[in-house]
């Protein structure tokens, strides 16, 4: 692989980075980067372009992202303030197993092990018991999730609410203005205007000047393409190629709409599945964002956007906005002296809410690989290894709730049913279904827990549990799971009601 060195760069001094983007991808990067890179010697430049826009979805996340926040210095009250934020403790899907029912994928783990035996190979063995019931009796999450209320978790693990576990849905234009305060405050130069052209050097093929349309130039040393799906240096430039996943993810339009906020306020975001696709919502503060991800070949633009219009739950606040989108990633996401970050890098879906996830572990590999003279192609290759890795973990993930969908007699979900797999899921949904055993691999971005709660969710049943399960006393289990029953349902019957705490924080702000 052209880990991007030569004689003629190997020793040059990386001095100017230069960002191209002023989305969620781009000003993520440029806050993480001033708040660790801009220094006296080094300068960051951002460019973007007003007429181009920002794509202007992506309001769901993960738990990481409050890691990402603290690093680079913003308060939690302040954010939730200026963004729109609510609370999020999980995904309920609905439709996609039995196509009335519904399941929480909740965030953190569910109650807690047995001698060294995983909780759900417990729960697998007793859950036929009417006294047992659903794995989210036992998950601090979903319990508050499923009685609307919140808390922030404490740090004491003999308290239930230590496993509590949360993300925030936001507003991704007000997110993208909060981080630009922050990045600016930091040092970053933020430059308007359209790149019209790429020079590169006539040897090595890095890129020495971006040409703006007005006739701007702008060199640098490191360039970052968070350019969005043009994927304007990674893809255009320098021509790595795009591995399209579209046979195993169909899914390649949106059509997204807000509607009026509904009480009560969901600390959840919802994924209900569709004919030819699923429909999202999203609460907020100020309003609910909606969306219908659909395939095109099954669904043409008016049907979808009558589905999603016939699926609000509130009055709706605009149009039907259409988005295009391919499902995939380049082949390597650092080449010569171009990283790719964002859209421009790669997508999947949002069913688990993992792009702005993928752009804060590009940003934090990128960091942790950064060069300081010229690109060692180990470090490139490296970078590129743990990156692909990162998304294939993804892929599989998502793709598992297509595969394991249970709506038998409907065109699109009949073939994703009945479709090969990757290999690497295929083998972790078989290992599941001989004795419920699951591991988390290094670059598994999901806990066992996850996994279990999306294959049982689905309808996917091992055929047996665990054997050490049986090793264990039953009535002291079962009398220990009624106990962390009580414990959740008396814990979240304490919390506040989400609304109440994001008012009570916002207050405090
Ligand atoms: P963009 O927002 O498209 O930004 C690209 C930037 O590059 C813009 O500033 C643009 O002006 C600039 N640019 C492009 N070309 C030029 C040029 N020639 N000159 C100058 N500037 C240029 N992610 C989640 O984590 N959760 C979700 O719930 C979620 N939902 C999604 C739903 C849909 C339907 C889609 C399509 C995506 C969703 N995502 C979600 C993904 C998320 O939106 C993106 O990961 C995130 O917004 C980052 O986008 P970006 O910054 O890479 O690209």
Redesign the pocket.
Known sequence: MDGGGSALTLAAPIDHVVI???????WMTAAATAHVLANGRRRITL????D??????????IPPIRAFNARIGVDEAGFVAATGATFKLGIEFRGWGDRDGRYLHPFGDPGHDFSGVPFHQVWLKHRHRPDVGPLQRYWMSAVAADDARFDRPRADPSLPISQLNYAYHFD?GLYAAHLRRVAEAGGIRRVE????AVDQHGENGHVTYLRLADGRLIDGDLFID?????S?LLGGTMAVPFQDWSHWLPCDR?V?VPSARRDPLLPV?RSTARTAGWQ?R?PLQHRTGN?L?YSSAHLDEDAAAGMLMAGLDGPALGDPRP?S?RTGRRARFWHRNVVA????AG?L??LE???????QSGIQKLLALFPDRGFAPVEVDEYNRLMTAQFDAVRDFVILHYKANGRVGEPFWDALRTMAVPDSLASRINLFREKGRLFRYDDDLFSVASWVAVLTGQGIWPRGHDPLVDSLDDQRVLAALAGLADAYSRTAAAMPAHDRFVDYLRASA
């Open positions: 191209v983007g002023g989305g969620t991808a781009g460019v973007e372009s007003d181009i826009g920002t794509i202007g979805v992506g309001e769901a996340t991704a205007g359209r790149v019209a968070c350019s969005g799906f043009r304007l949106a997204t975001t999202w999203i969306g991800v988005l989108f970050i964002g859209l421009s997508f879906e949002p809410s993992t792009s702005i996830h993928l752009v």
